[in-house]
């Protein structure tokens, strides 16, 4: 037997504002609400194939780069067009040290969360 990965905890000091981000980035909805916290997820809810994602409040401000981050790929539209729609949705470029001949893009989410556009395209 193995394990997979089901849920992955963020802290946020927007929980609400951070999920709406991700509902629209990911094509996610709110599962549930408890407590300040707000978790995420595909239609089909919890434990499907995709993890859900639990935003949970913190007085604490983002420090430094994350250890773990995001990679995302578009699913309808190339790379440069979704490129474009994270950036109106409130994703901002970051500069993580990347030379600038990456076939992937570095972005940070609205509270500075670091996660990657891929090139390529998922179905």
């Known amino acids: 037997?193995?394990?997979?990965?089901?849920?992955?905890?963020?802290?946020?000091?927007?929980?609400?504002?951070l999920a709406a981000f991700w509902c629209e980035v990911l094509g996610f909805i709110v599962l549930d609400t408890d407590d300040g916290a707000v978790e995420i997820g595909p239609q089909e809810g919890f434990g499907g194939l995709q993890p859900t994602l639990c935003l949970i409040p913190t007085t604490e401000p983002k420090v430094g780069q994350l250890r773990l981050h995001f990679?995302?790929?578009?699913?309808?539209?190339?790379?440069?067009a979704e490129l474009e729609r994270l950036l109106k949705l409130g994703a901002r470029p970051a500069?993580?040290?990347?030379?600038?001949?990456?076939s992937w893009h570095v972005l940070?989410?609205?509270?500075?969360?670091?996660?990657?556009?891929?090139?390529?395209r998922l179905s």
Do not use: H, K, W, Y
């Open 71 to 80: 990679d995302v790929n578009a699913t309808d539209r190339d790379q440069d």
């Open 108 to 120: 940070a989410d609205p509270e500075g969360n670091e996660f990657c556009l891929l090139r390529s």
């Open 1 to 17: 037997m193995a394990s997979r990965i089901s849920e992955l905890v963020i802290p946020s000091l927007d929980p609400q504002r």
């Open 95 to 102: 500069d993580i040290g990347q030379t600038g001949e990456e």
